[in-house]
């Protein structure tokens, strides 16, 4: 089970800070991807970048330049962290989980609204 959490509101130029809690399941497993996924509002899913399951992150070039994907192996869980944000990165942030056999599990997305 994925289950993403962030702040809601944030105003533009801030850093968003959005978390996926995982259960069921360790974000260590071998060869397991834990990936980002945003879909803003009338526009198709736009991928982020992944975090793999031995520590390495990898940022998607669109965002890499404000982009910084960690993980946290006590608390089980992915963070994304996207700064200098703009009305554009309104949108539903899904995290997503990858496995040897293909997608293994959506979380049900956190939605992020960029507003002054």
């Known amino acids: 089970l994925l289950q993403e959490s962030g702040p809601g509101v944030m105003k533009p130029s801030q850093t968003v800070t959005v978390t996926c809690a995982v259960s069921?399941?360790?974000?260590?497993?071998?060869?397991?991807?834990w990936s980002w996924i945003r879909q803003s509002p009338g526009k198709g899913l736009e991928w982020i970048g992944y975090m793999r399951w031995d520590g390495v992150p990898f940022h998607g070039p669109t965002l890499r330049s404000r982009t910084t994907i960690s993980r946290d192996t006590a608390k089980n869980q992915v963070t994304l962290q996207l700064g200098s944000v703009t009305p554009e990165d309104t949108a539903v942030y899904y995290c997503?989980?990858?496995?040897?056999?293909?997608?293994?599990?959506w979380g049900k997305g956190t939605l992020v609204i960029i507003s002054s």
């Open positions: 997503v989980s990858v496995g040897a056999d293909g997608v293994d599990s």
């Open positions: 069921g399941g360790s974000i260590t497993t071998d060869s397991y991807y």
